[in-house]
Every structure is written in C-alpha cells, then in structure tokens.
C-alpha cells in the first residue's frame, strides 16, 4: 500500500493551494480518509477528514471554513482544498488512512497508512 501526496508549494498569505493524496495497493473507499500536518519543533496534528459515504467531515478548529477535505473513491484519491492560507499554516502536510473500517458517518481516524508528506510554506 502507498498513499503519494502532492500539490505543497510556497506560496504567499491569502493564497490557495489544493493537496492531492492518490492511494495505490488496495481500495480505501470504506474507510475514513484524513489529513494531519506537523510543523518545526511541533507534533503532528489533525487537519481534516472525511467518512467513506455519505462523506462526512470534520476539521481542526483552527482550518474550519478555511479547508475543504473531499475524496474521490473512482480514483482513490483524498484532496485537501485550502484557501485564505496563513503563515501558521505553515507545516508537511500528511494524508493518512484508517486501520479499522468504522460506521458511515465517523470522522475519527486511528492512521494506519501514512503518505509521505508534502511541504506547504506560506509567506507573510
């Protein structure tokens, strides 16, 4: 299994910028699907993450209404949709897949596979 993450960049505050996370190996469309970043000298944290159908969502508070997390189970694929970015924002973005397959609309995650992380800078 292997999630590939792309779509980081520098870029300056305000600006948008959309992570892509394609999964190959095995299909993941009963599973919760999410996204966690880490920052320099902090731990890794929650973003988002969206339930295997209908596609419910959930979101750091610090994200929420800022970031849109969707899938695209046809392409196995998570994406991360994020606007008005700010310098705080500034972190490697990880997707991440759930270890066990939970009810249709949790959004709780417990990672079992990890993408490789993709760098998101964000100027002031």
């Known amino acids: 299994v292997q999630l590939q993450a792309s779509g980081g960049g520098l870029v300056q505050a305000g600006d948008s910028l959309r992570l892509s996370c394609a999964a190959s190996?095995?299909?993941?469309?009963?599973?919760?699907m999410g996204w966690y970043r880490q920052a320099p000298g902090k731990e890794r944290e929650f973003v988002a993450a969206i339930s295997a159908s209908p596609y419910k969502t959930s979101y750091a508070n610090s994200v929420k209404g800022r970031f849109t997390i969707s899938r695209d189970d046809a392409k196995n694929t998570v994406y991360l949709q994020m606007n008005s970015l700010k310098p705080e924002d500034t972190a490697v973005y990880y997707c991440?897949?759930?270890?066990?397959?939970?009810?249709?609309?949790?959004?709780?995650?417990?990672?079992?596979?990890w993408g490789q992380g993709t760098q998101v800078t964000v100027s002031s």
């Open positions: 190996g095995r299909t993941f469309s009963s599973y919760v």
């Open positions: 991440a897949v759930d270890r066990i397959i939970r009810g249709i609309f949790a959004t709780t995650l417990d990672p079992d596979y």
